[in-house]
């Protein structure tokens, strides 16, 4: 009678672990919702400059140079912008829930943005990815 009540308590913890994943899984499936940015719509071609035909190289008379001499040698202010600032999502994050996010991360639909945030890699006039990107 000892092997039977030993072969019982062999049997609750891995039962109990099944049953905390299964209520894992519905919960995640059901109930589970993650904010996801859209993709920033590009800037319109009346918003952006139109190219001038001018190298980057030669700037116009009233510009002073980055690294000019008055700008080394402390004569100057540079004023150098942050090349490392991500892009910042649009402030209405859409809800989606935890089966469409695994659908769009095994796809190549989502994006992890410096910040934390996730933003969706096509617009919304855009198709979705068919095939997972590897």
């Given at each position: 009678?000892?092997?039977?009540?030993?072969?019982?308590?062999?049997?609750?913890?891995?039962?109990?672990?099944?049953?905390?994943?299964?209520?894992?899984?519905?919960?995640?499936?059901?109930f589970h919702?993650?904010?996801?940015?859209?993709?920033?719509?590009?800037?319109?071609?009346?918003?952006?400059?139109?190219?001038?035909?001018?190298?980057?190289?030669?700037?116009?008379?009233?510009?002073?140079?980055?690294?000019?001499?008055?700008?080394?040698?402390?004569?100057g202010s540079?004023?150098?912008?942050?090349?490392?600032?991500?892009?910042?999502?649009?402030?209405?994050?859409?809800?989606?829930?935890?089966?469409?996010?695994?659908?769009?991360?095994?796809?190549?639909?989502?994006?992890?943005l410096p910040?934390?945030?996730?933003?969706?890699?096509?617009?919304?006039?855009?198709?979705?990815?068919?095939?997972?990107?590897?």
């Amino acid at each position: 009678m000892a092997e039977r009540g030993a072969t019982r308590r062999r049997m609750i913890l891995p039962a109990v672990l099944i049953l905390a994943g299964a209520v894992g899984l519905v919960y995640g499936f059901a109930f589970h919702e993650v904010a996801v940015h859209p993709k920033p719509e590009p800037p319109k071609a009346e918003d952006a400059a139109p190219p001038t035909g001018v190298p980057p190289e030669v700037l116009p008379p009233d510009e002073e140079p980055i690294f000019s001499p008055d700008v080394l040698f402390g004569g100057g202010s540079a004023e150098v912008p942050d090349l490392t600032a991500a892009p910042e999502p649009p402030a209405e994050p859409n809800i989606f829930r935890e089966s469409r996010v695994v659908k769009e991360v095994t796809i190549g639909g989502l994006e992890r943005l410096p910040s934390g945030s996730i933003m969706l890699t096509y617009g919304p006039n855009e198709a979705p990815p068919k095939t997972c990107p590897t």
